[in-house]
């Protein structure tokens, strides 16, 4: 499988049979697959314990170069873990897009709910010609012109 591409962008705009994502569009007819996914876990490297105990061990040495490094490697490790632990507590989703070609994207929202609206109004312009544009604001959370009606109750959301 091909490399992912982060998209990184607020809004997504549909129109006849393209997607445009800022810089990037794509043809609906390509897309194979949509799906929510949540947000993958950092891993945490088991290299990094073995550089932090280089730099424990450097830090000890009487050389104050070598201690200096120590110190200097034990700060930046001390960093990535706490770099990993806040990536592992954001919360959210990524809506991503299959493509034909083995390409994919992905684009961030928080509210789950708001992806599964996106995932039904993509599945009726893929299965209708749907000559109206569709603008889709990811971190808003808002569906303009949608060729659906998404409500709750009484209350009706376009």
């Not at 006849?16 to 876990?41: A, R």
């Not at 299965?127 to 009606?149: A, T």
Request: proline share 2%; net charge negative.
């Amino acid at each position: 499988m091909k490399e992912a591409k982060k998209v990184e962008t607020s809004n997504l705009r549909i129109e006849n049979n393209i997607i445009s994502m800022g810089d990037i569009l794509l043809q609906i007819s390509n897309i194979s697959q949509v799906s929510i996914e949540p947000i993958p876990k950092r891993e945490f490297k088991l290299s990094a314990v073995f550089v932090l105990i280089l730099g424990i061990l450097g830090a000890m040495q009487r050389n104050e170069d070598i201690k200096a490094m120590g110190v200097m490697t034990i700060f930046v490790v001390t960093g990535y873990i706490i770099w990993i632990v806040i990536e592992n507590t954001k919360e959210g989703n990524y809506l991503y897009i299959y493509m034909n070609s083995g390409n994919f994207y992905y684009i961030f929202c928080a509210e789950e709910v708001f992806l599964r609206e996106v995932i039904e109004v993509l599945e009726y312009c893929i299965n209708n010609h749907y000559v109206q544009e569709v603008c889709i604001d990811f971190e808003n959370c808002i569906l303009d012109n949608s060729p659906i009606i998404v409500g709750n109750e009484n209350e009706v959301n376009r």
